[in-house]
């Protein structure tokens, strides 16, 4: 069982900065976060494996940088840039089940405006 809280959410104008945190119980597996928005699916952002490989997804790519601090049991995500359509709730996710992850935090709302 691993529990999971993200924080950081806020409300931005386009162009600023956010970092994202996620509170872990534990940091044994592999990391994501997903966001969600309005009328959309879950969409993976980002992931880092626990020897730290990460991916993103092509529209986040050199804006968002995932990090995970084991020894903290934090897991991050750095958004620089933002764009009106990074607005959604972002929910940070552990242990990789198929093609899914088996625990998920609550999210946390970000919402960026012109």
């Known amino acids: 069982q691993v529990r999971l809280q993200e924080s950081g959410g806020d409300s931005v104008q386009a162009g600023g900065d956010l970092k994202l945190s996620c509170a872990a119980s534990?940091?044994?597996?592999?990391m994501a976060w997903y966001r969600q928005t309005p009328g959309k699916q879950r969409e993976l952002v980002s992931s880092?494996?626990?020897?730290?490989?990460?991916t993103y997804t092509d529209s986040v790519k050199g804006r968002f940088t995932i990090s995970r601090h084991n020894a903290e049991k934090t897991l991050y995500l750095e958004m620089k840039s933002l764009k009106l359509e990074d607005t959604g709730v972002y929910y940070c996710?552990?242990?990789?089940?198929?093609?899914?992850?088996?625990?998920w935090g609550q999210g946390t709302q970000v919402t960026v405006s012109s």
């Open positions: 534990n940091m044994l597996c592999g």
């Open positions: 880092i494996s626990s020897d730290l490989i990460t």
């Open positions: 996710a552990a242990c990789r089940s198929g093609i899914d992850y088996k625990y």
